[in-house]
């Protein structure tokens, strides 16, 4: 994935993670109020004032979550969803709550379900349970206290709903570890398919090089040349103009005929190699067909596509294939310009046309469609 992908997706993941706060920061707002309406029906055990001071420290620490969230310092922490710690928090308001609540202590309870839901999708299986647990001890060690008080008026409802809340609990980390390994096997079938996929790219790319390939010579092949030469032929700016070249291997059938065909591929190889080490990088040489190849050099004049055709028959003249005893071998060229407008089979043509006259006047040679021109 490229720098600015990763960027996109981080920018996309924190606004996702903010939005997640804000709906557990409004969904205080909502319990504060069923709190309140609580406190102003007298079930609350607490002073006004101390209900008055628990509700600004939990505003404070919504907003100091909120600031953390986003100015982007969540990203510091290993977990940027900053799961645990809300739902650790939240569970240490909604049992302070709980603690100082007379008569409508079951009402509340589902509190805790909901809290938890909050992590279902989030948190790691053993710290799911690890909150559940927190959850139970908790309540229990309430009633514990209450009894230890006196302040129980009712141990039977108190037992049941211990054991409500018990059963709710477990449903819960049963539902979270199916929901994990659920959850594991979507992203495990997820990488699998990325591998998949990643496989098919590399397939569908040596299939494409395949297809725009000279098998033998390693060269691109006839339909891929066209296919690049008619797309810099529509990028051409006016005033410019590339060289273009059939280049013919000479006598190519008698060495066929004389030291087989083995011999005549390690030709075509070696003239491959030749070519490439004479062409800069940009160049395009392709075969065009048995032992003809076509040339195309961008941004280049009439000298320096003379100049380079030139060269490219001494080195290949001057050069041996390995293994066969081959002698004085050579290639006719016929060469014309590209320019803005010109049309390619035209451009081919006129090519082929100047390769003919170098055939004709003896091989071995280099002819320009524009010296018939000129003459």
């Known amino acids: 994935m490229s720098t600015v992908s990763r960027r996109v997706t981080g920018t996309a993941l924190q606004r996702l993670l903010f939005k997640r706060f804000l709906l557990a920061a409004g969904t205080y707002v909502l319990v504060l109020l069923l709190a309140w309406v609580a406190i102003f029906n007298d079930y609350f055990r607490a002073s006004l004032g101390t209900a008055l001071v628990v509700t600004v420290l939990v505003v404070l620490s919504q907003a100091v979550l909120c600031w953390v969230f986003a100015s982007g310092r969540n990203q510091r922490y290993a977990d940027p969803s900053l799961t645990e710690f809300q739902v650790l928090l939240a569970l240490t308001w909604q049992t302070w709550l709980i603690a100082n609540l007379d008569g409508a202590r079951g009402t509340f309870l589902m509190l805790y379900v909901l809290i938890l839901m909050f992590g279902l999708f989030h948190l790691k299986r053993q710290v799911f349970v690890r909150c559940a647990v927190l959850v139970f001890f908790s309540f229990a060690s309430l009633n514990l206290l209450d009894a230890y008080r006196g302040l129980m008026d009712d141990p039977g409802l108190a037992a049941i709903q211990m054991c409500a809340l018990f059963m709710m609990l477990v449903w819960l980390c049963l539902y979270a570890s199916y929901v994990q390994a659920s959850r594991q096997r979507m992203r495990q079938r997820r990488y699998a398919l990325q591998a998949h996929q990643e496989t098919l790219r590399g397939m569908m790319r040596?299939?494409?090089?395949?297809v725009a390939t000279d098998e033998l010579t390693g060269l691109f092949n006839r339909r891929h040349f066209l296919r690049l030469a008619g797309r810099e032929l529509e990028m051409m700016r006016p005033g410019t103009s590339?060289?273009?070249a059939l280049i013919d291997l000479d006598h190519f059938k008698r060495i066929n005929d004389r030291y087989g065909h083995a011999a005549g591929d390690q030709v075509l190889q070696l003239f491959?190699?030749?070519?490439?080490?004479?062409?800069?990088?940009r160049d395009v040489l392709a075969r065009y067909g048995g032992e003809e190849f076509v040339l195309l050099l961008l941004d280049c004049d009439a000298s320096s596509l003379s100049a380079c055709c030139e060269r490219l028959r001494l080195a290949f003249a001057n050069s041996e294939p390995v293994g066969v005893a081959i002698s004085n071998l050579s290639l006719s060229v016929g060469m014309t310009l590209l320019a803005s407008g010109d049309e390619l089979d035209d451009a081919l043509q006129r090519a082929d046309q100047a390769l003919y006259t170098?055939?004709?006047g003896g091989r071995n040679r280099c002819a320009a469609a524009w010296e018939k021109v000129d003459a």
């Open 206 to 210: 040596q299939l494409e090089d395949l």
């Open 358 to 360: 170098a055939k004709r």
């Open 242 to 244: 590339h060289g273009l």
């Open 272 to 281: 491959a190699a030749v070519a490439g080490a004479c062409l800069r990088e």
